[in-house]
Nanobody
Framework: QAQLQESGGGLVQPGGSLRLSCAVS????????MGWYRQAPGKQRELVAA????????YLDSVKGRFTISRDNNAENTVYLQMNSLKPDDTAVYYC?????????????????WGQGTQVTVSS
């Protein structure tokens, strides 16, 4: 069993930055793949970034070079998403998720444990 709690969303102007955090409780953190999905109104949920326990990463093409996912495997058990050069198209609710593999995250937007989501709005 695991619980995920996101934080760090908000309103930012285009070109600005935000850092999302996801605190994970439960013993799965050390072995699980952690990731961030997002869902904009009227659009399907999409995988934004994922990171394995070994530090291997995967990014959505449209965020490569702008977003960075990282994780703290020590006591804090937290995964982060640093978002730079934000664009209006990045506006969405961002969800933290854990799965067994990155392939599973790419293949399906369902499954694993989820946080409640945090709103990111990029607007002038």
């Amino acid at each position: 069993q695991a619980q995920l709690q996101e934080s760090g969303g908000g309103l930012v102007q285009p070109g600005g930055s935000l850092r999302l955090s996801c605190a994970v409780s439960g013993s799965i953190f050390s072995i699980a793949v952690m990731g961030w999905y997002r869902q904009a109104p009227g659009k399907q949920r999409e995988l934004v970034a994922a990171i394995t326990d070994d530090g291997d990463t995967h990014y959505l093409d449209s965020v490569k070079g702008r977003f960075t996912i990282s994780r703290d495997n020590n006591a804090e058990n937290t995964v982060y998403l640093q978002m730079n050069s934000l664009k209006p198209d990045d506006t969405a609710v961002y969800y933290c998720n854990t799965r067994l593999t990155i392939a599973a995250m790419i293949r399906s937007t369902a499954g694993g444990y989820w946080g409640q989501g945090t709103q990111v709005t990029v607007s002038s």
